[in-house]
């Protein structure tokens, strides 16, 4: 239901009153409201800077769920009455940078697909679940593809967070690297964090501690696929990791893997955990997509490291 406010202050910006008045909404999210054409004023569509005046009306439609449409249901692997498991693709973020969604998960209507709002859009009945976050125990990188663990339960979701909290979940991801010409098996044991300011995580002294194993499993010219077995969580760990041993992962922009790959050559293939109804260890798993294996196939050949 569109809401409407009649102004009655001194002239001010547009985005700036509805950042004032909204709080549950910072300026970024209003002013993405305004420019998709969410709010009029006096029956006009609005810039953000646009100038108030005593008696403007007002009016706010906020997004609004329309059809259950079932869109998770082409990436989803596994359900239960405790979780659903995805395959997320390469390239779809988790949720919006804007953090409003969690406050009014409505929010995340707008804007770009992420797997918040293919939950949304999907399963609506979460909302009302009791779960924070839409049901959200974990993240995975925008460009890494692989298995991401929704909860269904506040129960189920205080458990799979503590689990991932205190390492107690099992993970393996597929990535491919450049070379590694050395022992099959490698251990990096090594702080992550970053500087304020910088737009990446680094290894240094002030980060706190990390833990990264693999293996490798082929080799082709000049890359390799290793599986990979982040024992900590921290943000971009593996990426950050194996680019400070020398070996980044294919296609990763960020922390210069090779630009030969056409995306980022992650996936999250397999997690062991444990529901609070079951007795036993459960474990999912999940093959890399097509655009994941068709680019190994065409790395494995390659007898070029190709560089920025």
């Known amino acids: 239901m569109p809401k409407t406010i009649i102004y009655e202050e001194d002239p001010k910006r547009l985005d700036a009153f509805l950042t004032d008045s909204e709080h549950n909404f910072s300026r970024e999210f209003i002013k993405k409201l305004i420019k ?3 709010v009029s004023v006096n029956g006009k569509i609005r810039k953000p800077a646009y100038i108030l005046t005593f008696g403007d009306k007002i009016i706010l439609d906020m997004p609004h769920l329309e059809t259950k449409t079932n869109i998770l249901k082409d990436i989803t692997i596994y359900e239960d009455d405790a979780i659903i498991a995805i395959n997320k693709p390469s390239g779809i973020k988790m949720h919006p940078n804007d953090s409003n969604w969690e406050e009014t998960p409505e929010a995340a209507l707008l804007g770009d697909e992420t797997i918040v709002s293919m939950i949304l859009k999907s399963n609506p009945e979460i909302v009302d679940s009791g779960v924070s976050r839409m049901g959200l125990v974990h993240r995975l990188d925008r460009d890494t593809s692989g298995l991401v663990l929704i909860a269904k339960t506040p129960e189920v979701q205080a458990s799979l967070s503590m689990q991932f909290k205190e390492r107690l979940v099992n993970k393996k991801y597929l990535g491919i690297t450049d070379l590694v010409s050395e022992d099959s098996k490698g251990r990096i044991e090594a702080p992550i964090g970053r500087l304020k300011g910088d737009k990446k995580n680094k290894v240094w002294k002030y980060g706190r501690y990390a833990l990264t194993e693999f293996k490798v499993i082929e080799n082709g010219k000049k890359y390799s696929l290793l599986e990979i077995f982040p024992k900590t969580g921290r943000t971009n760990q593996i990426r950050v990791h194996l680019s400070y041993i020398g070996y980044p992962v294919a296609g ?13 050559m992650l996936h999250s293939n397999e997690i062991t955990f444990k529901l609070p109804s079951k007795k036993r260890k459960q474990t999912l798993k999940c093959d890399p997509p097509k655009d994941f294996t068709d680019e190994w196939k065409k790395l494995k050949k390659s007898d070029v490291r190709l560089t920025d």
Do not use: N, Q, V
Request: no cysteine; hydrophobic share 30%.
């Open 252 to 264: 990763d922009k960020l922390y210069k893997g090779s630009p030969a790959a056409a995306r980022l």
């Open 36 to 38: 998709s054409g969410k």
